[in-house]
């Protein structure tokens, strides 16, 4: 229990008319790698956005290393410097890699450990350059995003994220929006991050990734998690209907092993 | 306070005829504006370098004079070369040229901004000269005009509260002449600014009917 | 027209320039702060701040200027030309300044907010060191538009008596029986402050689109 780092327990949000998320629990132990799969509007992004509260969810509670998030000790509502102080410990990669255009690449990595966490900038500085050179992109530390490819970006991306060494990685499709030739250089530094332990979870229609590199598959459909199951167990053979047309639809990609 | 506006409503057929005057002379020379600014725009977009400079050079010059100097140049300057104009014409005079700058060159950003193959199909269908203009060319620049130059027109009747200098009896100097009269300058003015604003949300009413027929077309 | 009268004109170029910069260094934060009002949708004062722009905006300066000189003596504050003039002239570009923040403020790509926010920035930080830097980037042509079309109104100082370069040309004018010349050197100043203006508006456009297009 005291390895539990994730707890979301029944989940609601609506937009409008429109349930995107009904009643969804499940809970992420420190060092796995859980990827989250489904059709287009099945709620993932919905559902990954829910757990910093980017996203604030109708009815449920999420719970980072047993402490509650959006609701505080006496019960209301968390103010925005509250919520601030927990998104510390939670990194999230985004779809459009969201890096901040007037910041080099260090200077990106750099901002937040610097303002936010308020560590010393000499200290921040090794960290981040180890970063990039663990990405890969050493050399374009002094470049503006503008100048970078889709896959340095996202890297740089996650970069900026580890630089706050958080408890939890969020990845929202960190792969969806690259050209196919992109897509593997971002995949490599993900397998890498999971098998060095770090606990992620991972919105993605990468199935090769989901297979090799998941230690556990969240299949939402529909606003509802339908199954959860080991990735081999998942794809050979998926209890639901739903799943099996999901996975036969990909099967392609899956055969392939991804990228 | 209510005694006041009490006064104003008494005097409300001087302001009335304020509102009108400034409805009046913002319309016309809104379209004598845009009127000459059509004949402007092509002159400055020709291949004549003296005539496209010339223009250039008169849209540059309007747009750095201030207005208000200007109505002054008209009417207090011109004399000094023979001009002599009454008040009202010097206002519609300046209030045109000055503001035929300035569709010209919202014309332009428009023509220039307009997709070229609809009119060479125009022309591929046989139209020619007026009918080309008329029916091809103008309606879809006029619908992506449309809230630029209602922008502009706000911009008239605002300028247009500047010709109370010279005695132009329009809404501000009839507010005005109501303070002076009666001494009751909140209510006068206050009641000016509300009608300015009235004036202003039937243009911006008009430009998003404008914008919905150019939005259904998109 | 004697070379006194040119000084004399000259002179009112100062206040012109004085009361100009003063409009625009007092307008500019306040423009920011309205803008930043409406754009964090502060219950009631949002709705407030979006009428005052609305009414500022549709105006006459003229009209706001008379308004405030005429009326707040009657009310017991008691103000001075020069004041009044720069109060409209404040009122009067900041709400036209919120514009230009708001439009920044509403194109700014959310994604890079949300980032802010999932690395635990404050609204403070979040807004100092991702949102202003780029907003100030990006609204600057039309704020520097909006410095062009101040200066293009401060005549209407000569309304209340303050002797910027139009009151002083028409003085002069006045005087000599001869007010074209006078006119004619006032024009002479004040085009180029404003050509200067919209010729720096124009190349801050033209460099931004060649970095968008170098991206």
């Known amino acids: 229990m005291a390895d539990r780092v994730l707890d979301v327990a029944g989940v609601s949000k609506r937009f409008g008319a429109l349930e995107v998320l009904s009643d969804i629990s499940f809970q992420v132990e420190k060092g796995e790698t859980v990827c989250v799969l489904g059709p287009s509007g099945s709620g993932k992004s919905t559902l990954l956005r829910c757990i910093n509260w980017l996203e604030r969810p109708d009815a449920g509670q999420i719970y980072l290393n047993g402490a509650q998030i959006g609701v505080n000790g006496a019960g209301l509502v968390m103010s925005d410097r509250e919520l601030s102080r927990i998104r510390t410990r939670i990194g999230m990669v985004f779809q459009h890699f969201a890096l901040w255009p007037h910041l080099t690449v260090l200077q990106n990595l750099m901002e937040a450990p610097v303002q936010v966490q308020k560590r010393p900038k000499a200290e921040v500085r090794d960290e981040a350059l180890a970063l990039l050179a663990k990405v890969g992109l050493s050399d374009k530390r002094d470049a503006f995003p503008a100048k970078l490819s889709g896959g340095q970006k996202q890297r740089v991306g996650i970069a900026r994220a580890l630089a706050m060494r958080p408890d939890l990685l969020l990845f929202d499709e960190p792969t969806s929006a690259l050209d196919p030739e992109l897509v593997g250089e971002v995949l490599v530094v993900m397998r890498e991050l999971a098998h060095e332990g770090m606990t992620m979870v991972v919105v993605t229609h990468e199935m090769g990734f989901a297979r090799d590199a998941a230690t556990r598959i969240l299949f939402l459909d529909r606003g509802r998690v339908l199954e959860t199951a080991m990735p081999e167990r998942f794809f050979s053979s998926p209890e639901t209907e739903r799943a099996r047309q999901f996975i036969q639809r990909y099967a392609g990609h899956a055969a392939n092993g991804g990228r | ?218 | 027209m004697s070379a006194g009268d040119v000084l004399a004109i000259l002179r009112g170029a100062v206040v012109t320039v004085t009361l100009s910069l003063t409009g625009i260094l007092i307008g500019l934060p306040i423009g920011l702060g309205l803008a930043v009002l409406r754009w964090a949708d502060v219950p009631v004062v949002a709705r407030i701040v979006a009428v005052y722009v609305s009414i500022l905006r549709a105006t006459p300066l003229v009209t706001l200027l008379l308004l405030l000189f005429f009326a707040l003596p009657n009310i017991g504050i008691a103000i001075g030309p020069i004041s009044a003039a720069i109060l409209a002239l404040v009122m009067n570009t900041a709400a036209f300044n919120c514009e230009v923040w708001r439009a920044s403020l509403m194109n700014f790509p959310k994604d890079q907010y949300e980032a802010a926010q999932s690395v635990g920035m404050s609204a403070g930080l979040r807004f100092r060191r991702i949102v202003l830097p780029q907003i100030a980037r990006t609204s600057l042509p039309g704020l520097v538009n909006e410095m062009s079309l101040l200066i293009k109104v401060t005549p209407v100082l000569a309304v209340v008596g303050v002797v910027d370069i139009t009151r002083a040309a028409v003085r002069i004018g006045a005087e000599t029986y001869d007010p074209l010349p006078p006119f004619l050197v006032a024009v002479a100043l004040y085009a180029p402050i404003v050509f200067a203006l919209v010729a720096l508006q124009r190349w801050i456009e033209r460099r931004q689109l060649m970095a968008e297009a170098a991206a």
């Not at chain 2, 125009?122 to 008329?134: E, K, M, T, W, Y």
Request: a positive charge; aromatic letters at 12%.
């Open chain 2, 1 to 218: 306070m209510i005694h006041d506006f009490g006064i104003v409503w008494s005097e409300r057929d001087l302001l009335l005829t304020g509102l009108g005057n400034t409805t009046i002379l913002s319309v016309l020379s809104a379209v004598a504006a845009l009127l000459i600014g059509f004949v402007l725009t092509p002159a400055w977009m020709s291949k004549q370098r003296w005539l496209a400079g010339t223009v250039r050079g008169f849209v540059d010059g309007m747009r750095c004079v201030p207005f208000l100097l200007f109505a002054y140049i008209v009417y207090y300057g011109l004399p000094s070369l023979g001009i002599r104009l009454d008040n009202w014409t010097s206002g519609l005079v300046a209030l045109t040229i000055y503001n035929a700058a300035y569709m010209a060159e919202i014309l332009r950003g428009a023509w220039t901004a307009q997709p070229r193959e609809p009119i060479e199909a125009g022309v591929a269908f046989g139209f020619s000269n007026i009918a080309l203009f008329r029916r091809i060319v103008l309606p879809p620049l006029l619908l992506a005009a449309g809230p630029v130059i209602g922008n502009q027109m706000i911009q008239i009747i605002k300028d247009s509260a500047f010709l109370t200098i010279i005695a132009l009896p329009e809404l501000t100097h009839a507010a005005s002449s109501i303070q002076s009269r009666h001494y009751v300058p909140f209510a006068a003015f206050i009641t000016a600014v509300f009608l300015y604003w009235g004036l202003c949300l039937v243009i911006e009413a008009g430009v998003s009917s404008i914008d919905r027929l150019a939005a259904a077309r998109r």
